[in-house]
Every structure is written in structure tokens, then in C-alpha cells.
T-cell receptor, first 113, second 111 residues
Framework: DADVTQTPRNRITKTGKRIMLECSQT?????MYWYRQDPGLGLQLIYY???????NKGEISDGYSVSRQAQAKFSLSLESAIPNQTALYFC????????????FGSGTRLTVV | QKEVEQNSGPLSVPEGAIASLNCTYS??????FFWYRQYSGKSPELIMF????GDKEDGRFTAQLNKASQYVSLLIRDSQPSDSATYLC???????????FGKGITLSVRP
């Protein structure tokens, strides 16, 4: 099994619908992150959490919300999906060491029509 | 604002050549630096990290860090078509910080 699992892998939804993307990890990391990636724009941080009780907004949090249900689970919700939220979404985890890299999930390709 | 810049691409090299990917960063206090490779539609995967000035080698990959000049480079020797991907550099501004990513540079290795 993958260390960081994202579900679903692909999703097509309609404008205005609420949708949740889920992320779970077996790395035992305290820190979890949600990114979106659009062609040519790199990774944009949506939200991050350094532990279960710590939730922080990233660069582009408008229109998104998150829930950290447990150390291993971090969900991203789109309250009312719009077409410009069509993107590739990645969850990542890390611990707090200086040299700790991020482990990424396989991504969720979301299309809002 | 802490930023990281990657030299403009795309970069195209012939098979067997050395590919040089460069990244500059704004925060002099940065602690550690990372290079990720990302194939189209896939997630980024770590190639290597470096935190001391100088070179760090891992197989065909060499990371070079110069903190005084605030740049970090990735050299890929004997480039292969399978190295064709987008390469992201990232740095950690402080010991307890999250990573800051560059936008990436796309490398194409011509057979």
C-alpha cells in the first residue's frame, strides 16, 4: 500500500456541488499539506496542518476548507465547486526535521463542469 | 516574501549530455534544499536534498549548493530520455518551516 493515499483518483463534478477529497497516510508524520497544481503554475499551497489541532491557510485557501480528523487523515472540501477549481490536487506529509522532505500522494484529478 | 526562482525553460539536451538545472532563493537563512522530479500527471518524487555548501552526488545526479550566492543546482550526467520530466527545487527557510517550491523547469532529453 502507498504511504500517502488520496481518494478519489479522478472526479468530475458539476458547478455548485460540494466535494471532498481525502488523504490518509501511514508515514506517522505530524504534518500534512494540500496543494493544487495547474499547468505552468507549479504547486500552490491551499492549507497545511502541523498537528491535529493546528490548521493554517496557504496561498490560495478561498473556496476551500479542510478537516484534520486524526494524525493520519486530512480532508479537503470544495464548498461550492467552480470550473476554475479544475486542477490536479496533491496531498503531502512530512515530519518536522530540518532535512525532512515531503512525501506526496498520487494526486486527485478534479474536473468541474 | 520568501521566493525561489528557477531558470526559464524548457531545457532540451541530447542523450548522454549533462543537464544543468539552476535555482536561486531569496532567504539567506535557508536551512535545506530539495530537488524533486515530476513526470506529467504524476506526483513529485524526491531526487535528493542538500544542506551543506558544496557538492553532493548520488549516482548520475549531483546537487550543488552555494549559500553565499544563494543558488542551488542539479546536474544530471549521461542524460537519458527517461530523465525527461519537470524538476522542482524547494527550500526550507527555517528549521521548523514548510517547504517553498519553485515553479519547476521542464527538461527534454532528445534521443
Amino acid at each position: 500500500d502507498a504511504d500517502v493515499t488520496q481518494t478519489p483518483r479522478n472526479r468530475i463534478t458539476k458547478t455548485g456541488k460540494r466535494i471532498m477529497l481525502e488523504c490518509s497516510q501511514t508515514k506517522g508524520h505530524d504534518r500534512m499539506y494540500w496543494y493544487r497544481q495547474d499547468p505552468g503554475l507549479g504547486l500552490q499551497l491551499i492549507y497545511y496542518s502541523f498537528d491535529v489541532k493546528d490548521i493554517n491557510k496557504g496561498e490560495i485557501s478561498d473556496g476551500y476548507s479542510v478537516s484534520r480528523q486524526a494524525q493520519a487523515k486530512f480532508s479537503l472540501s470544495l464548498e461550492s465547486a467552480i470550473p476554475n477549481q479544475t486542477a490536479l490536487y496533491f496531498c503531502a506529509t512530512s515530519d518536522g526535521d530540518r532535512d525532512s522532505s515531503y512525501t506526496f500522494g498520487s494526486g486527485t484529478r478534479l474536473t468541474v463542469v | 516574501q520568501k521566493e525561489v526562482e528557477q531558470n526559464s525553460g524548457p531545457l532540451s539536451v541530447p542523450e548522454g549530455a549533462i543537464a544543468s538545472l539552476n535555482c536561486t532563493y531569496s532567504d539567506r537563512g535557508s536551512q535545506s534544499f530539495f530537488w524533486y522530479r515530476q513526470y506529467s500527471g504524476k506526483s513529485p518524487e524526491l531526487i535528493m536534498f542538500i544542506y551543506s555548501n558544496g557538492d553532493k552526488e548520488d549516482g548520475r545526479f549531483t546537487a550543488q549548493l552555494n549559500k553565499a550566492s544563494q543558488y542551488v543546482s542539479l546536474l544530471i550526467r549521461d542524460s537519458q530520455p527517461s530523465d525527461s520530466a519537470t524538476y522542482l527545487c524547494a527550500y526550507r527557510p527555517g528549521a521548523n518551516s514548510k517547504l517553498t517550491f519553485g515553479k519547476g523547469i521542464t527538461l527534454s532529453v532528445r534521443p
